[in-house]
Structure formats: C-alpha cells, structure tokens
C-alpha cells in the first residue's frame, strides 16, 4: 500500500532515514489508519493592510515561514519500505499548497469553516516524495473581511501538535514584519525556492540523547506490544466497547467551547485544587463513560496524555549545534498512561446510581474530579522529574518495520479508552496588529489509537475549544455525544 513512488533521488537530495517517531507515523498514514491534524487560527488583519493587499501579505509570510522551518521544505521518499527517508525539495508550488477561500455574504461561514477542516482531514496526502506534507486553507468571510481563518494541516510524520503551534506563532509574527515580506525574492509566480537545508536540519531524537530503560519496563512492553493477542493476558480496561476496525475510515466529532469568563473561572478552581487543565480534561471522561458502559461492557478504563519532550531535549548540542528544541518544528512528543481501575470505576457507577438530578451527582462525586485531576498532575509532574527515564520513546529501535507491527495491531484489542493533547493557549497580541484571536485544534481519526481523541487549545483572553473526535463504526455514535455533553457540563459546573 501507500503511494507510487517516483524514482529514487540523485543521492545530493537524501538528508536523512526518519527517526523512529517519524517512521511510526509515518507507517500509520501509508496503512490508513490516520490522515491529518489540523491546527486552525482566526487572526485579525493588522489596520494598516489595506484589503487588496491581504492575500499577498498572508502568501509571503507563510513563504517566509517556510523558509524558517526546514521540515516544512522536504518530502518523503521510500515511504513503502522499512526505512524511508527525507530528500530535499528544490521548490514548493504555493498554487497546490494554499487555497484560498473568498466565502459569499450569502453563505453560512461557520457552516464552510466546518465542512473545509473537516475534508482536510480526510483528504489523504499523495505525492510524498514529490511535494510537504502540509497544506493550509485561509478562508475569508465577505460579511467580515478584517479577518481570516488559516486551517494549517499535515502529515504526522513531518510534525507534533506543538509544531503547529510554533507554526502560527512563526506566521503571525512574520504577518507584521513588513521589511521581511518586501525583501522576500524566492518567491515568484507561486513557486517558493528553496535552499540548502541540510545543516540545519532537525535531528531524529535518538541522536539527541540517550534515554534510560529498566529491564523490567522494557520486557513488559515488548510483551505487550509485539507479541501475538493470544500469547497476552487479557487487560480489564481493553476496549472491547470499541473494536479496533480499519474501516470505514472517517472521524465523527463534537466542538465544546467555553467562553472567556467560564475558563478564567476553570483555571482559578483548577489552582486551588493543585491541578491543571490538562489533569481535569483527562479525568472528566471517567465520569461520562462509567455511567454509560455497564459492568458487563467495561471493568476499567485507561488514558494517555500527550507530553511535549522538548523540554527534555539539549540546547545547541556540539553534534547540532544549531538545534533549539523550543524554536522546532518536527516530532518530539510522547505518552504518559494513567489506569482506572474497577474500585475506581465502581465508585463513580454507585455515586450516580439512584435517581438525582445531575447536579447532585456532581456534587457527590466532585471531590473525586480533583483528586483523580491531582493524581493525574503528580503523574505528569513525575514524568517531569525523571529526565524522560523509561519513555516508550526509547523502546521504539526494537521495532525494525513499523508497517508490519501495526497490520498486526488490527487483530488485537484498544489498548485506551482516551487520549487527552492540550495545546495550552496563543498569546493574542495587539488589537492593531495581525494577532490570533481564536484556535481550534482537530485530529482525523486514529484506527489503532484511544477510542476518543480530547484535543484542547485556547487563546489568552479568549475562549478554550475542546474537540471530542472518534472513528465512525467503531461504537454508537449516541456514547460519544454524550461524551462530550458530559465533559461540557462538567468543565462549566467546576468552574461555577
């Protein structure tokens, strides 16, 4: 499977294999079992751009963007093999990588916004070796022209949800840098052309450092992972409630929002209980689905939360000397798992067993919220604190062919029932200026992954969106919609 491959590049364009991070998701877009990740931003239009000037103040500095992240310049080549590798691109077509969208004062806008993330995300990359693995939609609205909404997506082998960030980040300041746009000369007729890369390219994390492994930790999981399902013992917080199925293959999805004020609230009451956002939105679900799945679906539950290992990562190394983990686009993210187990899951069933209104459900099982959001944090703190010992990260160059072990994956049962990435918050900037003014974040769905993706980001003095995502087939769709009503009511009942 996976895309026709052109020839094999003249050796100058080779830079590197793929790590094993990259070649992992890589080999899930090649199995299709995920598509994209879409990081959308609506900025503002600085006062002073006049609107015949938008489109080609947006289009040379996403240029320049590009031009400052060497992972946004390469394609993929050998992707159907057990080592593929990055080649250099000499130029990137803007024509085929940005589309432009003038939405009518007739047309509903959101309704357009929705419709564009959502084919985004389904619409599988082709070409690999021939053109990024990213591509970007800005849609304008004629009943509000000061503003754009730019749907940044990708390919998980190029990048991390944090690169996004970095991303927006990087074109929201090269958007008011005006000498910067005017002296930009590589871009001519919607062909950007590129330099030379290869001395400052990202390097895999494995040649960054060294990551400590116990004997214990490392047995246990090559056991689990890559042994045959019948040779496992069978976990209680498998997800049999939803079967790992290859197709069909399309992500449903709900939108929370919580307004400005709500969350200001949430983050105060997340303070005095010594957790955080990320430690509440990894616990809420325990309190949806233990009420929903009876004993005989589901005994225990298990989540991962996504952790930015960037932070554990050297600054300008003597072997790279010009990598800045914290300034880089490319994949440095792992897993942490917390377990519930069925006295935990019980306790929830008994508080919300008898007929009581769901306020007084919350009032009984809220001191449960924070002490599991609490243990939750501690997890996430000793992680920190332990210089990434025993991360799967370190694990992974057991793995010789990321293509077979996740064929293999399809017979055996979810290992999660969710999985929880919080983005944090985009600084605003100034009112007069291009700044972001509002963000969402969306993952396809992922066939062999937690059954629901939890995907949170906010921007500073605005509002939090939190996107509940799942793969269409694999359970009533009625669970995760409650899912996420459950986890809407919650975060506004906390906050109160």
């Known amino acids: 499977m996976g895309q026709p491959q052109g020839s094999i590049p003249h050796e100058s364009r080779v830079i590197r294999p793929l790590s094993h991070l990259e070649a992992y998701k890589s080999s899930l877009h090649l199995l299709r079992q995920h598509c994209g990740t879409v990081v959308s931003c609506r900025y503002s239009i600085a006062d002073h751009v006049e609107n015949t000037k938008i489109k080609t103040a947006v289009e040379r500095s996403v240029a320049i963007s590009v031009l400052q992240h060497p992972l946004m310049q390469v394609a993929l080549s050998n992707e159907d093999s057990s080592r593929p590798f990055w080649i250099s691109l000499r130029s990137i077509d803007f024509t085929r990588q940005l589309q432009w969208q003038f939405i009518k004062r007739t047309d509903d806008y959101t309704a357009q916004l929705e419709t564009t993330i959502h084919n985004t995300l389904h619409k599988w990359f082709t070409e690999l070796d021939a053109r990024p693995g990213w591509r970007l939609h800005i849609l304008q609205d004629e009943s509000n022209p000061r503003a754009i909404d730019v749907v940044f997506c990708w390919h998980h082998a190029w990048f991390d949800g944090m690169s996004a960030k970095l991303f927006h980040r990087t074109l929201a300041r090269n958007l008011n840098d005006e000498w910067a746009q005017s002296n930009l000369s590589s871009l001519v007729d919607g062909q950007l052309q590129l330099g030379d890369i290869t001395i400052r390219f990202p390097p895999p994390i494995e040649s960054l450092r060294k990551i400590s492994m116990s004997w214990g930790f490392t047995l246990l999981t ?8 019948f040779l496992v013992a069978r976990n209680p917080a498998d997800v049999g409630w939803a079967p790992i199925r290859a197709a069909p293959y399309r992500t449903e999805s709900r939108l929370i929002t919580i307004d400005r004020s709500t969350l200001e609230s949430l983050l105060a009451a997340c303070r005095e209980h010594s957790t955080t956002l990320t430690g509440l939105l990894n ?12 004993g005989d679906k589901m005994k225990a539950l298990s989540s991962v939360t996504a952790i930015d290992l960037r932070q554990f990562m050297p600054l300008k190394p003597s072997e790279f000397p010009w990598h800045e983990p914290a300034k880089t686009m490319d994949n440095e993210v792992s897993l942490i798992e917390e377990n519930f187990d069925a006295g935990v899951v019980n306790r929830v069933r008994r508080g919300s067993a008898q007929q009581q209104s769901e306020n007084t459900i919350k009032a009984k099982l809220q001191d449960m ?8 944090r501690q997890k996430i703190r000793d992680k920190l604190s332990s210089d990434m010992e025993n991360d799967p990260v370190g694990l992974m160059h057991y793995v010789k062919d990321w293509r ?7 017979s055996k049962p979810r290992a999660r029932s969710w999985g929880v990435t919080n983005l944090g918050s985009f600084e605003s900037g100034e009112l007069k200026q291009w700044s972001i003014q509002g963000a969402r974040f969306h993952l396809s769905a992922e066939v062999n992954a937690p059954a629901f993706h939890i995907s949170a980001v906010s921007v500073q003095g605005g509002d939090l969106c939190v996107d509940i995502g799942w793969q269409e087939g694999i359970m009533d769709n009625a669970i995760g919609e409650r899912l996420a009503v459950d986890i809407e009511q919650w975060l506004k009942y906390l906050a109160a």
């Open 404 to 410: 077979e072990l996740m064929k293999s994956k399809l």
């Open 283 to 294: 616990v809420l679900p325990l309190f949806s689905l233990a009420r929903q799945l009876g």
């Open 369 to 376: 919220v924070w002490l599991l959001a609490r243990r939750n």
């Open 222 to 229: 090559i056991y689990r992972e890559l042994f045959p399902a």
